[in-house]
């Protein structure tokens, strides 16, 4: 046992050995106020109180280790958590991850930044049907990668290069892939299936 340890530990500190990476880490905190103030507003379907802020390790674009912050609903926080706990062992990159608030609560302004969000008091386009969004029950993730494709109306614009869904690339959520199946193993369904397909939205209830 003692050697098998003292090789392992020569093995790691050799030249050209690759350091292990660190490990998954997780916190989950009542949410504050500078992290909804653009995000949040009366008459909304849940109120603070109702709202975690949920702050994870994930992997970067530049295959790097990076935090960051999803805002969402308490009842689903552990499942985030499991979730991108799943995620950052496929080593699935996230461009970046911080509350929608940081864009002054615009939508267009987060998926252009190619941020991933969850919480954010807004009605589903074209309707005044609260989103799954204003829940904290859904979650957009890398939406340059994976855009939101109604007739001929990209979003975000620079989505379009990503259309060709059989390409596999870094980031893209693929039908039946990995991704899909961590958030199925919570419950959470897939807006890729949708006839006007949303590849970036999963939620709790399929809408």
Avoid: K
Avoid at 137 to 145: H, S, T, V, Y
């Amino acid at each position: 046992m003692r050697v098998a340890g003292l090789a392992a530990i020569l093995l790691a500190l050799a030249p050209g050995a690759t350091a292990a990476p660190a490990p998954f880490e997780s916190s989950i905190r009542a949410v504050r106020w500078a992290e909804l103030r653009h995000s949040y507003r009366g008459g909304c379907p849940v109120g603070p109180a109702d709202l975690r802020s949920v702050r994870l390790t994930h992997w970067g674009f530049d295959r790097r280790l990076h935090n960051g912050t999803l805002i969402v609903h308490r009842i689903v926080a552990g499942d985030v958590v499991a979730i991108f706990r799943r995620l950052y062992a496929q080593r699935f990159p996230i461009r970046r991850m911080v509350p929608v608030s940081a864009y002054r609560g615009s939508d267009d302004a987060s998926m252009a930044a190619d941020n991933t969000s969850s919480f954010n008091c807004r009605f589903v386009g074209g309707t005044r049907r609260w989103s799954m969004h204003a829940y904290g029950r859904a979650i957009d993730l890398n939406p340059r990668e994976n855009p939101y494709v109604a007739g001929g109306r990209v979003s975000p614009p620079a989505g379009r290069a990503y259309l060709d869904r059989r390409r596999e690339r870094p980031g893209v959520i693929a039908s039946g892939g990995a991704v899909v199946r961590a958030f199925a193993s919570r419950g959470w369904e897939w807006g890729g299936v949708w006839s006007a397909p949303d590849y970036q939205h999963f939620s709790t209830t399929g809408r």
